[in-house]
């Protein structure tokens, strides 16, 4: 990788491109510093997914606040958590939990579906 | 593009795949939609039933119902009359008319709440739906099938089609590659599709002219050596006669110069004579005269005849073999013995020694010429056979004229014979061995 | 199940083989043998299993978080490479032969990623089915429907591309590495975002109206651009900044490459 760095730096001598380097490094290095700011204080939904079903299949949570979503996948196949109004999608292995960070949303609905069993598995996320 | 049988093969497979695929995706979503729409026809066809069917306002009746589906009857007042052993006591969806979703006892449901003024009946019923999505698939998956199936055939027809298609370029291109270097006569244009037809008309106008111009060119050259012959004649006349009368005068010693002006004139002549038998023997223009002969004897009768050179150079020559006969043109091969025989007097050292031998192998006749000079490096095989192409230049240690023509004389005439010619070590150890092999043909198949 | 596992398949396919096709063409631009496309496409394969296999691991780490950072990593060190392509790309159409390993590496390695990263999912997504067989055939017809579409789609395009003049070759390639790089950094961030490492923010507009995500063009335009209905200001900085530097570098390579 550092090679492959270099090689392209000896052709990106000037610098104004290393310039831009750097700045795609820092863009790149934010997200570390926002890692600082603990999610304790967050309010925290659980979901549950069993048989395929989301249970509860509505959650209530507050508008303009953001919510650490924790899904526990009780099947032993594995989910895909994905919304497209959220823009969120998220793998959740068979028999594990997974964590994900929403809003802060506007009231409204928004609904979610399991990817790999979009048929059953639906369910939305109402913001009040 | 590497391959245009690839790339049609690639190209049309992708176009076929993708226009079916979309189309069979719209297939199969029409025939879900479709078997789900029947569906729902089901379910509301069961609450109709269930509210003609006559109900005891009295204590709430569990019924059992075929698995996969529940039901409730609810009186006016929200009070549960019927239900089917799965169902629940509470109501399965909230008192709206219509289709809903729901999920309860850990499935998904499509319910239907209806609502009958007859009798004042909430008719609830529900039905699994993973179980309606998995049987309304069935029924698509079969329509869809076949077009994956199909795609593998279609791909090898496109395969064979397409190579079909391509076969006359394959065809043209053959036809070009085994056409020798000098066979210059046109294409046969045995009905090219129309688009190779421009290629294979381009090709023809193309060889014509450049026949024409070889045919310019050879017949330049013959004429210009002819041409040559008389004057040439004249001047060794005229050298001889100088001679002559140079001798006349009593002087004693010919000037050096004479001597030199008849060995080059002699050299001319012989240039003159090698060029003329060059272009005499090009096997295309050649009137060969096929007669069955004995070559052993042809090879007796050139040696005899060619006997001076080889003993001025005090070489020892021998004929081995028998008799063998062969198809042949007697004055072609006349020269084609005389030039080996020249080559190997020519690259012998003085005293060395020659061998000439006819043999029969398997169904093959071999001539071979072996001499005991310095040989040929094997890299310069190919080369010796090219016009005036001579080793090491023109500075040979030999007395005898030579103009690098011989060999390619001698490949004219082999070629004439359809024989090939094989060049290797001689069997003294060094010098070469020049191996003419005349295979057996058909009578048909040389003309 | 069928049309899941079609938009499951397809989504995959599309963003692998759309990079694939520009690459290639891009290799046959610079008629390099493509040789490493085959090796990517074998070391792709065994690390999608290596990777799907162990994603339950990989989540978990990083307080449940792990999936994302991966993902985002990955994106990110694409998005670099093809960059690092784009550049040996317009350096080599002017002075053969610079490098020229290296960037079969740089492309060997762009393509294994991304293979990994996408091949990972639909090997999951596959695998959950293979123990409920009533849904087997309809999951697999329709991966088979999905990979075909996807294939057919990015060999039309390699082909357009091929077959455009050489010049408009470079350019376009340039063009769509651009944009396909754009759409890695954008992934990214979302990604980011989502493991609350990146501010989470309202969307910038909606367009789900004018082309939802969840049809056939929706998702072809999420393959090659990352199309994204719903987008955030910090997603849109992004992606237009991604799109500023990669052009930025590119122009400045190719004013050096016509100075000289």
């Not at chain 1, 209530?60 to 895909?80: C, F, G, H, Q």
């Not at chain 2, 090709?203 to 041409?227: C, G, K, P, V, Y």
């Not at chain 3, 390639?173 to 396909?180: A, N, Q, V, W």
């Not at chain 3, 975002?193 to 056939?216: G, K, M, T, V, Y």
Request: hydrophobic share 45%; with cysteine.
């Amino acid at each position: 990788m550092i090679n492959l760095l270099k090689a392209g730096k000896g052709i990106l001598s000037s610098g104004r491109i290393t310039g831009c380097l750097w700045l795609l490094i820092i863009l790149l290095g934010f997200p570390l510093l926002n890692t600082c700011t603990s999610d304790t204080d967050k309010p925290t939904v659980k979901l549950e997914i069993r048989n395929h079903l989301f249970n509860p299949s509505e959650v209530a949570i507050p508008a303009d606040t953001e919510v650490k979503l924790v899904i526990y996948n009780r099947d032993s196949s594995p989910e895909e958590f994905e919304s497209y109004l959220l823009n969120r999608k998220k793998v959740i292995m068979g028999n594990s939990k997974a964590v994900i960070f929403i809003g802060p949303l506007p009231a409204g609905e928004y609904p979610f579906f399991g990817e790999f069993h979009p048929k059953t598995a639906q369910g939305k996320i109402i913001a009040q | 593009m590497k391959s245009i049988r690839i790339f049609l093969l690639i190209t049309l497979l992708s176009i076929i795949m993708l226009v079916n695929f979309v189309s069979a995706l719209h297939g199969y979503r029409d025939t879900v939609a479709e078997a789900q729409r029947l569906f729902d026809r089901q379910l509301g066809a069961s609450a109709r039933l269930l509210a003609d069917m006559p109900v005891a306002s009295g204590a709430e009746r569990v019924v059992a119902q075929p698995e996969a589906m529940v039901m409730q009857v609810w009186s006016e007042d929200k009070k549960l009359l019927v239900r089917s052993a799965d169902a629940p006591v509470k109501p399965l969806s909230e008192f709206a008319v219509g289709f809903k979703e729901i999920n309860f006892s850990g499935y998904r449901w499509r319910s239907l709440t209806e609502y009958f003024p007859d009798n004042g009946h909430w008719i609830i019923v529900a039905e699994r739906s993973d179980l309606r999505y998995q049987l309304a698939d069935k029924l698509a998956i079969a329509a869809v099938l076949p077009i994956l199936l199909g795609l593998p055939v279609a791909g090898l027809l496109i395969w064979f089609v397409v190579g079909r298609g391509l076969s006359s370029l394959r065809k043209l291109a053959e036809a070009l590659h085994s056409k020798r270097a000098e066979d210059l006569t046109p294409l046969p244009e045995c009905s090219p599709p129309e688009e190779l037809l421009p290629v294979v008309q381009s090709i023809n106008a193309l060889l014509t002219r450049l026949q024409a111009s070889f045919e310019r060119e050879r017949r330049f050259s013959a004429d210009a050596a002819h041409e040559l012959r008389t004057p040439i004649a004249a001047i060794q006349v005229h050298a001889h006669n100088l001679e002559s009368e140079f001798k006349g005068t009593g002087q004693k010693l010919i000037p050096a110069s004479l001597v030199k002006l008849e060995d080059s004139v002699h050299r001319m002549a012989h240039l003159v004579e090698q060029m003329l038998d060059l272009f005499r023997t090009t096997p295309e223009h050649y009137p060969a005269r096929f007669e069955m002969l004995n070559l052993h004897a042809l090879a007796r009768e050139v040696l005899a005849e060619e006997y001076p050179i080889f003993a001025q150079r005090k070489q020892q020559v021998e004929l081995l073999g028998g008799r063998v006969f062969i198809r042949g043109d007697r004055f072609a091969l006349t020269i084609l013995l005389k030039n080996l025989l020249h080559n190997a007097a020519k690259y012998t050292p003085v005293a060395g020694r020659i061998k000439v031998s006819t043999t029969l192998v398997k169904e093959d006749i071999l001539l071979r010429v072996e001499d005991s000079g310095p040989g040929i490096p094997e890299e310069e095989y190919t080369r010796i056979f090219e016009r005036f192409y001579r080793i090491g230049g023109d500075r040979h240690q030999s007395t005898v004229p030579g103009c690098g023509l011989g060999l390619s004389i001698v490949q004219h005439i082999a070629r004439l014979h359809g024989a090939i010619i094989e060049l290797g070590q001689s069997s003294f150890g060094h010098g070469l061995s020049v191996t003419i092999r005349f295979t057996k043909v058909k009578e048909d198949e040389r003309d | 199940m069928l049309l899941t596992s079609v938009m499951v398949v397809l989504r995959e396919v599309l963003e692998v083989a759309l990079l694939l096709s520009v690459l290639l063409a891009a290799t046959r631009l610079l008629e390099l043998r493509a040789r490493w496309f085959y090796i990517a496409l074998l070391l792709g394969g065994c690390f999608a299993v290596i990777y799907g296999e162990n994603l339950a691991k990989i989540s978990q780490a990083f307080g449940g978080v792990g999936q994302e950072l991966v993902n985002a990593g990955i994106s990110i060190f694409i998005y670099i490479l093809l960059i690092v392509v784009a550049v040996l790309l317009l350096v080599n159409w002017h002075k053969k032969h610079y490098k020229l390993l290296t960037m079969q590496f740089v492309m060997l390695l762009a393509v294994t990623m991304a293979i990994m990263r996408e091949g990972s999912e639909i090997y999951v997504y596959l695998t959950s089915f293979w123990l409920h067989p009533p849904l087997l055939p309809s999951v697999m017809i329709g991966a088979l429907l999905g990979a075909g579409i996807g294939y057919s789609l990015s060999a039309l395009f390699y082909y357009l591309l091929c077959g455009l003049s050489q010049r408009y070759t470079l350019g376009i390639s340039c063009i769509f590495l651009t944009i396909l790089a754009a759409g890695m950094s954008l992934q990214a961030s979302q990604l980011l975002i989502q493991a609350d490492l990146l501010p989470a923010q309202e969307p910038l507009w909606d367009s789900s109206r004018l082309l939802e995500e969840n049809s056939i063009a929706g998702q072809l335009f999420y393959a090659i651009s990352g199309y994204e209905a719903t987008p955030t200001p910090l997603e849109v900085v992004v992606y237009v900044g991604s799109i500023v530097i990669m052009l930025g570098i590119i122009a400045g390579v190719y004013y050096r490459i016509s100075r000289d």
